[in-house]
């Protein structure tokens, strides 16, 4: 499986937060970063989250990893791909979470348009 994470100082972040996008791919227990780049969403004037999303899916990601994710973002990846959350979480045990099935997947924003809370 192949995962999508907005990072900031090695912390999940939100996708229109998140400094990098880092993409993993996971089989079994084995964890490996595939791709490191700057998020998208930095350079966005409109649904910055969308951004990050887009590229992520555009590189054949299945899940995201996120803090928090608006109504547009759960939109975009409907259907395309799952969702989970890991507010406060470490981005290395986010991923042994999602491993062992200990993260909360999600179809619903965490917040609406335009508001950003940090959980």
């Keep these: 499986m192949k995962e999508a994470i907005p990072v900031t100082n090695g912390l999940v972040d939100g996708p229109g937060e998140g400094e ?3 993409i993993y791919f996971l089989e079994g227990d084995k964890i490996e970063l595939v791709e490191e780049y ?3 969403a930095l350079k966005a004037t409109a649904a910055p989250g969308a951004h990050m999303l ?3 899916l555009d590189k054949g990601v299945n899940a995201v990893v996120v803090a ?3 109504g547009p973002g759960v939109r975009l ?3 395309k791909a799952k969702i989970f959350l890991a507010p406060n ?3 290395e045990e986010a991923l042994k979470k999602l491993i062992k099935n200990e993260l909360i997947e999600t179809d ?3 917040h609406e348009h335009g508001e950003h809370h940090k959980l």
């Design 20 to 22: 990098k996008v880092q």
């Design 38 to 40: 700057e998020n998208p």
């Design 54 to 56: 887009k590229s992520a």
């Design 68 to 70: 928090e994710i608006g």
């Design 77 to 79: 990846l409907s259907g």
């Design 89 to 91: 979480m470490k981005v």
């Design 108 to 110: 619903k924003p965490t």
